[in-house]
Structure formats: structure tokens, C-alpha cells
């Protein structure tokens, strides 16, 4: 999807879906899969006597897949093309078994919001998100409350301020908007708070607009 294509709070209605649907495709189900194989080794007994055949079954399904994978160069210049912009990111790619994923609405005042739980596999102090991957959150739906004004940069500048541990196993509501754009500049800035609305992480970032190049 290119820029020009991207909805705008300008031009589409409030409640907009800017991610990509989670669909029953056979790769969205197969990620699903691998994100619950993630969590599962996680949380599976240190000791469980079977784990040397779990090695060996899963080193066959990435063989297997492997196998069926075009060279990465061609990968990388149809995962760029049409939806595939959304499919593929760490934050809310369905495709992505790194990403949560968080599924992102805008808004009619041109803020973008989602409400996503993080589990294990995301966890920083006990119990509590990593900071890096707040800010990965933070960072992309940044991006996207870019995308959802009408512009689109690279990010310069992220300031992360950690308020309060941001507890795994709760919905989180992560929200973004544009403040002020100056030139190349786009400032934003976002928070993640708890279904109460404490806020736990808050950011300040700068955006300047330039466009990468795509592969062809
Ligand atoms: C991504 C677009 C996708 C669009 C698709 C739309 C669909 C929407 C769907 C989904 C959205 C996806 C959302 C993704 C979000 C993720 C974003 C990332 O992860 S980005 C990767 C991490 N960031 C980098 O790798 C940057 C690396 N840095 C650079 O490439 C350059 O330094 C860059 C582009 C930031 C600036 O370089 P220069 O050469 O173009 O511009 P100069 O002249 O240096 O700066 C312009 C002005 O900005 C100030 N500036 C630059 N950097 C600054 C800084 N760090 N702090 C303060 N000011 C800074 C400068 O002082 C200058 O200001 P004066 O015009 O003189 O007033």
C-alpha cells in the first residue's frame, strides 16, 4: 500500500481498521500456530522428558517451510506490495509471529488506538512488559497515527518516558497522534495505559519525512 492510498482521518470514517485482518488464511493460521508454539516453550515444564522430539519436529516444520520459501531478495519486494505493507511488521503483522499482533482503528479527531494483552514472550521485570518492546509498540503506532494524518517519515527521535510498570496478562490500550508537523517534521506522541487508564509509557517522537525506497 502506498502513502497516497493510505486512509486519513481527513478522508475516511472514525473506527477506520488500519491493520491488516487477522483472516483464516492458511499463513495467518499457521503464525497463530507459531505464536502459541512461543508462549507454549515458555511456559512448558524445564524438564519435560519429550523435549528432544519437540526439537526435532519443529527443525522438520522449518525445514519444510524453508524449503517452500522463494530467495529472500523476491520475498522482499512482494511483502511491500499491496496489503502486504500491514502483514508483515514485528507490531501488527498477521503474518508476524513476533508481533502481538495489535490490530489498530483511527479516529475521527486523528488518533489511532488499539487494545492489545501481552504475554510471556514479552515480558522485561516480573510480571511486566519489556521496555523495548513498549517503545517497538509505541514506535510503530506512531507510524501509523502518521499514515492515518497524511504524512509518513522515518523516526528520528523516540523519547520514552517509563511511568509506572506496564503489567503483561491485562488489556493495554496504545494510542497515537500527530502533534504538530513543521516542515519535514512530524512530532507525535502516544501513551499505553491500563484498562483504568493509568498511564504506564508515554512518548515523544520526531518523524522526519522521507521515503525509502522500496525493492523492485
Ligand atoms: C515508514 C513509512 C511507511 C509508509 C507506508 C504507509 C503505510 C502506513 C502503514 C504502516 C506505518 C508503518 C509505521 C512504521 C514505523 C516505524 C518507523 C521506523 O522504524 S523508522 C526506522 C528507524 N529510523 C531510522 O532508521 C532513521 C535513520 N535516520 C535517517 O535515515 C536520517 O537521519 C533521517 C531520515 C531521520 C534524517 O536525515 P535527512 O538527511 O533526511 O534529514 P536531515 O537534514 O538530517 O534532518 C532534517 C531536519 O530534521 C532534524 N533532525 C534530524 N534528526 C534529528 C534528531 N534525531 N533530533 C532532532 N532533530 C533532528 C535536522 O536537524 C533537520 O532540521 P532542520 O531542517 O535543519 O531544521
Redesign the pocket.
Given at each position: 500500500?502506498?502513502?497516497g492510498t493510505?486512509p486519513t482521518f481527513r478522508d475516511s470514517a472514525d473506527g477506520t481498521v488500519?491493520t491488516s485482518a487477522r483472516a483464516g488464511d492458511p499463513i495467518d493460521r499457521a503464525t497463530d500456530a507459531a505464536r502459541r508454539v512461543v508462549d507454549a516453550l515458555l511456559r512448558t515444564d524445564r524438564t519435560n522428558a519429550n523435549l528432544e522430539r519437540v526439537t526435532e519436529e519443529l527443525d522438520g516444520i522449518a525445514e519444510h517451510l524453508e524449503e517452500h520459501a522463494p530467495a529472500v531478495a523476491e520475498r522482499l519486494i512482494d511483502m511491500w506490495s499491496g496489503e502486504g505493507?500491514?502483514r508483515h511488521?514485528p507490531?501488527?503483522g498477521p503474518e508476524n509471529a513476533i508481533a502481538p499482533p495489535l490490530v489498530l482503528e483511527g479516529r475521527g479527531d486523528g488518533t489511532v488506538c488499539g487494545t492489545v494483552t501481552l504475554t510471556m514472550a514479552y515480558q522485561g521485570p516480573p510480571g511486566h512488559v519489556h521496555g523495548g518492546v513498549s517503545a517497538l509498540l509505541l514506535?510503530?503506532v506512531?507510524?501509523?497515527a502518521?499514515?492515518w494524518y497524511g504524512r509518513?517519515?522515518?523516526?528520528?527521535?523516540l523519547s520514552t518516558r517509563y511511568h509506572r510498570p506496564t503489567p503483561l496478562f491485562e488489556p493495554l490500550t496504545i494510542s497515537g497522534r500527530v502533534a504538530s508537523v513543521?516542515?519535514?517534521?512530524i512530532h507525535a506522541e502516544g501513551d499505553i495505559r491500563t484498562a483504568d487508564g493509568q498511564v504506564c509509557v508515554s512518548v515523544e517522537g520526531?518523524?522526519?519525512?522521507?521515503?525509502?525506497p522500496r525493492p523492485r
Open positions: 500500500m502506498e502513502l493510505h488500519l505493507v500491514t511488521d507490531v501488527t514506535d510503530h506512531l507510524g501509523v502518521n499514515a509518513s517519515g522515518m523516526t528520528a527521535q513543521d516542515g519535514r517534521k520526531l518523524f522526519i519525512d522521507k521515503t525509502v
